[in-house]
Structure formats: structure tokens, C-alpha cells
């Protein structure tokens, strides 16, 4: 990415532009490698929003997708929390690896196997998570301080 004047920016044709919309309290979150960062999609064409999951958001998330197949992966699921924690925290990034494996090994298949595979693919970006959210200004709405980061995805 080059700078052409202050704020505005050249990029190459295989990037797309990502904003997270944070609470401090959420920006904290990432930068402790405590949630990760959910980038709705991946289209070069378009600006993608971001958002934070920490554990609340992820297992509302979780309980979306697996429905009354829940209590089933319960344990499996919080082993894939704990996974995904650890990346954070060595790597500032989560690796699909992590879901790949911890879904072979729990024998996560067909249509449960890609509605996790379509959530966990907008959260698998090259950029650190730390990235994501370091440059945030912060803007009120509605009345409540929020923080608003803008940066650059390899799609």
C-alpha cells in the first residue's frame, strides 16, 4: 500500500478495505489475544466490516450455527476456544489450522462442517489482530464512544 497524501491510499488490485467498529473494552480484548477479529466478507470490490468475538459473542455464534446439536459439542467447543486463544496469544492471529484439525478430530462433517467453515474463514485474515485494531480513532455514536480502525486485507 502507498501512501499518495495523508489518509488516502494506493493499493493493489488484491487487497479490499476492512473497518472494525470496537468499545475499548473489546479493543482491549483483542490486543490481550483474548477475541479475535470477524471480517464479515472478502470482496475486493467492496469495504468489508469487521467485528470483535470474544468468548460471549463466539458461543452465541456457535449456538446459532450448531442449534440443538449444542450440548453435544459443548466440550468440543470450548477445547476450539481454548485452541483459538492460544494462537492468539503465540501468533496475534488465528490459524484455520486450528478449526481444520480440531474438526477431523471431533469428525465435524457436511453441513454443520461448512456453516463453521464459512464463520471461521472470515476470522482466518493474514493480518494480525493487533493490526486490526492498534489505529483505532475514536468517534462517538449515538452518544457511546466507539473506535473505529480501518486497515488493508490481503483477499
Same mark, same amino acid.
Given at each position: ?6 489518509? =488516502? &491510499? ?7 478495505? =476492512? ?32 467485528? =470483535? ?40 492471529? &488465528?490459524?484455520?489450522?486450528? &478449526? ?26 493474514? !493480518?494480525?489482530?493487533?493490526?486490526? =485494531? ?5 468517534? !462517538? ?15
Amino acid at each position: 500500500m502507498r501512501t499518495i497524501r495523508n489518509c =488516502v &491510499f494506493e493499493t493493489n488490485s488484491s487487497s479490499c478495505h =476492512v473497518i472494525t467498529l470496537m468499545t475499548p473494552q473489546e479493543q482491549k480484548l483483542v490486543l490481550e489475544g483474548k477475541a479475535l477479529i470477524y471480517a464479515h466478507s472478502k470482496h475486493e470490490d467492496e469495504a468489508n466490516i469487521a467485528e =470483535v468475538y470474544d468468548s460471549i459473542k463466539f458461543a452465541k455464534k456457535m449456538q446459532e450455527i450448531f442449534g440443538d446439536e449444542l450440548t453435544e459439542y459443548k466440550d468440543a467447543l470450548e477445547e476450539l476456544w481454548s485452541n483459538i486463544r492460544t494462537d492468539l496469544k503465540k501468533h496475534d492471529m &488465528f490459524k484455520y489450522s486450528t &478449526f481444520d484439525e480440531w474438526a477431523e478430530k471431533h469428525g465435524i462433517e457436511g453441513t454443520l462442517y461448512g456453516k463453521l467453515e464459512d464463520f471461521f474463514c472470515c476470522c482466518n485474515h493474514e !493480518e494480525d489482530n493487533s493490526y486490526c =485494531v492498534d489505529n483505532a480513532k475514536e468517534i !462517538e455514536i449515538g452518544g457511546v464512544k466507539t473506535l473505529i480502525s480501518s486497515w488493508e486485507s490481503y483477499c
